[in-house]
């Protein structure tokens, strides 16, 4: 992370929170870009809402400004999806108490109650990766795979939806391209957002044995893993699944390989 070499607590403090502002401004700019693109039609409300998903998830490249060097200020990088977590609360609690109320308080119109259903989960679980797993290998890869991988698959679930590919597991229809398009996506955001990580310095190898080929194979691992849990698991449960999979199969390539992928990459 970007460390104020030889700065005080508080000057630590005041750095932190002008970033969140920073991250708080990008969500709330992103929200209203997309809401631009709708009233235009340029966009649909599906497409929006779940460009509005990545937008949320790409909450973790703002890892690269957090100095986490003194104190727990680092903690404050859980504003955004902490944020969501609270809208999206308040909007189900509305939904549910009426339904036809929804449209009024989300500027893409009516959208279908999972959708705020699926955003609060993936805002608690950021939540939770920005406390214990802040600058892990680990959390980088699962927020690409719950974000990516989660909007690909829908995606091209509408792009085909003329001819579904499906078949049925614990009552419920699964679709072949969602899983394709999950699988696909989650390597995309993987290294969407890798990329910019590793420029920035902010990931750092932990071992003598982390490497291209180790990462590739651990990336590799972990999406064929995160896609078998998100075909076997109901809607409602599958981004859990997926995070208690994808925490477990990595301390298990941690174990194996003795590299780091889950160990914090933060002091303090």
Same mark, same amino acid.
């Given at each position: 992370?970007?460390?104020?070499?030889?700065?005080?607590?508080?000057?630590?403090?005041?750095?932190?929170?002008?970033?969140?502002?920073?991250?708080? /401004?990008?969500? /709330?700019?992103?929200?209203? =870009?997309?809401?631009?693109?709708?009233?235009?039609?340029?966009?649909?409300?599906?497409?929006?809402?779940?460009?509005?998903?990545?937008? *949320?998830?790409?909450?973790?490249?703002?890892?690269?400004? &957090? +100095?986490?060097?003194?104190?727990?200020?680092? /903690?404050?990088?859980?504003?955004? $999806?902490?944020?969501?977590?609270?809208?999206?609360?308040?909007?189900?609690?509305?939904?549910? %108490? +009426? $339904?036809?109320?929804?449209?009024?308080?989300?500027?893409?119109?009516?959208?279908?109650?999972?959708?705020?259903?699926?955003?609060?989960?993936?805002?608690?679980?950021?939540?939770?990766?920005?406390?214990?797993?802040?600058?892990? &290998?680990?959390?980088?890869?699962?927020?690409?795979?719950?974000?990516?991988?989660?909007?690909?698959?829908? %995606? *091209?679930?509408?792009?085909?939806?003329?001819? $579904?590919?499906?078949?049925?597991?614990?009552?419920? +229809?699964?679709?072949?391209?969602?899983?394709?398009?999950?699988?696909?996506?989650?390597?995309?955001?993987?290294?969407? &957002?890798?990329?910019?990580?590793?420029?920035?310095?902010?990931?750092?190898?932990?071992?003598? =044995?982390?490497?291209?080929?180790?990462?590739?194979?651990?990336?590799?691992?972990?999406?064929?893993?995160?896609?078998?849990?998100?075909?076997?698991?109901?809607?409602?449960?599958?981004? *859990? *699944?997926?995070?208690?999979?994808?925490?477990?199969?990595?301390?298990?390539?941690?174990?194996?390989?003795?590299?780091?992928?889950?160990?914090?990459?933060?002091?303090?």
């Amino acid at each position: 992370m970007l460390s104020l070499y030889g700065a005080s607590e508080t000057s630590v403090l005041l750095w932190n929170i002008t970033v969140t502002i920073v991250t708080l /401004m990008y969500g /709330m700019a992103g929200y209203a =870009t997309l809401s631009w693109l709708h009233s235009r039609e340029w966009i649909s409300t599906e497409v929006g809402t779940r460009l509005n998903h990545l937008f *949320i998830a790409s909450w973790v490249l703002f890892w690269t400004l &957090y +100095d986490a060097t003194a104190g727990k200020s680092w /903690m404050l990088n859980i504003s955004l $999806p902490l944020l969501n977590f609270v809208f999206s609360a308040y909007i189900l609690s509305v939904i549910t %108490q +009426d $339904p036809e109320t929804s449209s009024s308080f989300f500027f893409f119109g009516k959208v279908e109650k999972n959708f705020f259903e699926d955003l609060l989960m993936l805002s608690f679980i950021l939540i939770g990766l920005g406390i214990t797993f802040y600058g892990c &290998y680990m959390a980088i890869l699962l927020t690409a795979i719950l974000g990516w991988g989660w909007v690909f698959g829908e %995606q *091209i679930t509408s792009f085909f939806s003329k001819k $579904p590919m499906t078949f049925r597991l614990h009552g419920e +229809d699964r679709n072949v391209l969602e899983i394709f398009g999950f699988f696909i996506g989650s390597w995309i955001g993987t290294f969407v &957002y890798l990329t910019p990580l590793a420029l920035a310095d902010v990931l750092k190898p932990f071992s003598p =044995t982390f490497d291209l080929v180790t990462l590739l194979m651990t990336v590799a691992t972990l999406t064929v893993v995160a896609t078998i849990a998100y075909s076997i698991t109901s809607r409602g449960w599958r981004k *859990i *699944i997926i995070t208690i999979f994808i925490i477990l199969t990595t301390l298990v390539i941690d174990g194996l390989l003795g590299t780091s992928f889950i160990v914090l990459s933060i002091e303090g």
